[in-house]
Structures are given as structure tokens and as C-alpha cells.
């Protein structure tokens, strides 16, 4: 056992994981409990986080908590998994490519509450001043739904996404209802209705 400078025994060394039975368990600091991993659950029955952990105990911030032979097992298994998963890589390697052009960050910061003080503080950035690859990619979002909204028109019996709402705005179709029948947000119904109000270049009845 060690001992915290307030005096508070502990089952495990000061500014390290204790490994037991051949690396098969760790020794939790606090309870002296054999585990597989402190996880987040065991964590909060002594009122902490993991973070809360590993700085309580002086862990570093990186620190795994697992079990050696735990980390191990789930090394190997991740090198099976990439090498056998075709669309593992592949989503990885756009996952680093968003993370280097900073278009993950940038999502990040627009996904934040509105009231948050980051997200005042980026509002204008996220706008206007985004970067180009944040700005690629809402392009090719906008294209993607542009296109399912046309094929959804066509469904309907339209020959364009404009003829449907054109349609729809003449005989009084409500936001809701375009909503229903494209599959798109409210806003967005909202928005695309406002922006036509010619009259129905391809007549249909609504019904």
C-alpha cells in the first residue's frame, strides 16, 4: 500500500498502475478491487472520472488503465480489424484527412450550443471565414441533399425539385408537408418554399 500526502491509504503505487496475475488485472487504487480496467463506471463508485482518476492518483494524462494483457489483446485485435477491413481504412483515412485540412474542428465548433461562449466566439469564422476544405465539404453536403430532394420530386410525379415546389407553393402547401414528402428539415422546407412563388410550371393536383 501507499500513501497520498493527505494521509489516504491506497492500494497501488503513487503515479502508477499496479498489473497483478500475470498482467491479467490492475489494481484499483482506491477499493484495492482486481480488474480487467478501471472503467468509467468503477470510477464513479469513488466519485470520480477517469480524468478525476488518473490526477488524483498522478497518473499521466494518457495513461491506459487497462490491464496489460487487455491493451494487448485489443492491439492485435485492432491490427486484424485494419488489415482485414477494407472500409475500416478507408474511413480512417478520410477521418485523418478531415483532422489535417481542420474541417473536423471546424465541425466541432458549429456543433456546439449556441450559447456557448466558444461557439459566439467562432460564429463569425464558422460563417464566413471558414476554410476551403470546411467549405468543400458543405458544398458536396448541399449537392448530396439537392439530389435526393430532385429524386424524391420524381417520385412524386415531377420532373424537377422546382417544378414540385413551384406546385406546392401555388396550391398552398404548407412547410409541414414538404417536409413530409422530401425528407428534409423544417428550416429547410421553409426556406425552399420562400424561394418559389411562380406559379406551377407542371400542374398537379394536391392532394
Not at 464566413?128 to 448541399?142: D, E, F, N, T, W
Request: proline share 3%; net charge positive.
Amino acid at each position: 500500500m501507499d500513501r497520498l500526502d493527505d494521509g489516504t491509504w491506497v492500494f497501488a503505487p503513487y503515479g502508477s498502475m499496479l498489473p497483478i496475475e500475470d498482467g491479467a488485472r490492475v489494481v484499483c487504487h482506491v477499493c484495492g478491487a482486481a480488474l480487467a480496467a478501471i472503467s468509467a463506471q468503477h470510477a464513479r463508485r469513488h466519485d470520480l472520472t477517469l480524468a478525476g482518476y488518473r490526477e488524483r492518483f498522478g497518473l499521466n494524462r494518457k495513461q491506459s488503465l487497462l490491464a496489460p494483457a487487455l491493451a494487448e489483446t485489443r492491439r492485435v485485435e485492432g491490427k486484424r480489424r485494419w488489415a482485414e477491413n477494407d472500409a475500416l481504412r478507408t474511413g480512417l483515412a478520410v477521418g485523418q484527412g478531415m483532422a489535417r485540412s481542420g474541417v473536423l474542428h471546424e465541425l466541432g465548433t458549429t456543433a456546439q450550443p449556441a450559447g456557448s461562449r466558444r461557439r459566439q466566439g467562432r460564429a463569425a469564422a464558422s460563417r464566413s471565414g471558414a476554410s476551403p476544405a470546411l467549405q468543400a465539404h458543405r458544398a458536396a453536403q448541399s449537392e448530396t441533399a439537392r439530389a435526393r430532394w430532385e429524386e424524391r420530386a420524381r417520385e412524386l410525379g415531377f420532373p424537377t425539385l422546382d417544378a414540385y415546389l413551384t406546385e406546392r407553393r401555388a396550391h398552398g402547401g404548407t412547410a409541414h408537408r414538404v417536409r413530409t414528402e422530401l425528407g428534409c428539415g423544417g428550416t429547410t422546407a421553409v426556406r425552399l418554399l420562400a424561394a418559389h412563388n411562380g406559379s406551377a410550371s407542371d400542374p398537379k393536383n394536391s392532394t
